[in-house]
């Protein structure tokens, strides 16, 4: 389970009506898989740039080339190795005991969030490279809303059953805290 449990491996829970702390569960990135091709760019980048330097033909008088050949590489790193990795970087996950947050953006950040109360579905769609390293694609649905689409979830298999967990004891604390809401004297 992911919530701390008590005697015979029941959730510890707060009692009816005080409102469950919100806990941390994860917190992740996409899968690094994507940054595959930046680093092999920066690999090449700098080999090149490390034999270029000093063995370029000579219609550029000396040190101009080298600064020229060291300004295309800084260009090319920087286009091709450090913005997507930012981008790679800006985008997150957290899932508490009350709900998943997705949140991503360089310049502006966008925020989605799901409730686990409110309950939906979760199914998982998984490609032959997701396969390959153990990620896969998280679609959350309610009914209500626009599903919710995490793309690249590393260990998908465990995001997934955390995700139901989560859903079934936020759905047994609200009808708890609802039941306990129309009776306040059978407490």
């Given at each position: 389970?992911?919530q ?5 491996g029941?959730p510890?829970?707060?009692?009816p009506?005080?409102?469950a702390?919100e ?13 595959f ?15 270029f ?10 040190w ?11 260009a090319?790193?920087?286009v ?26 360089v310049?502006s ?8 109360a409110?309950g ?19 679609l959350?649905?309610?009914g209500?809303?626009?599903?919710l ?6 260990n998908?298999?465990?995001v997934?059953?955390t ?12 009808h ?12």
């Open positions: 389970m992911t701390p449990v008590g005697l015979g029941r510890m829970t707060p009692p009506g005080v409102p702390e806990r941390l569960i994860a917190r992740f990135h996409p899968h690094a898989r994507h940054l091709w930046s680093a092999l760019v920066l690999i090449v980048v700098a080999g090149a740039t490390g034999y330097t000093g063995n370029l033909p000579a219609p550029v008088a000396g101009a080339k080298d600064w020229m050949l060291w300004a295309a590489a800084g090319l790193v920087l091709f190795v450090v913005a997507p990795f930012f981008a790679w970087l800006s985008r997150r996950v957290t899932i508490t005991t009350r709900r998943v947050i997705v949140r991503d953006g310049g950040r966008n925020s989605i969030e799901m409730s686990h409110r939906y579905t979760i199914s998982v769609r998984r490609g032959p490279l997701q396969r390959l390293v153990g990620a896969g694609t998280v959350l649905s309610n209500v809303d626009a599903p689409r995490i793309r690249d979830v590393p998908v298999a465990l997934q059953e995700l139901a967990d989560q859903v079934e004891v936020g759905q047994i604390l609200a708890r805290d609802a039941q306990a809401a129309q009776n306040p004297y059978t407490a």
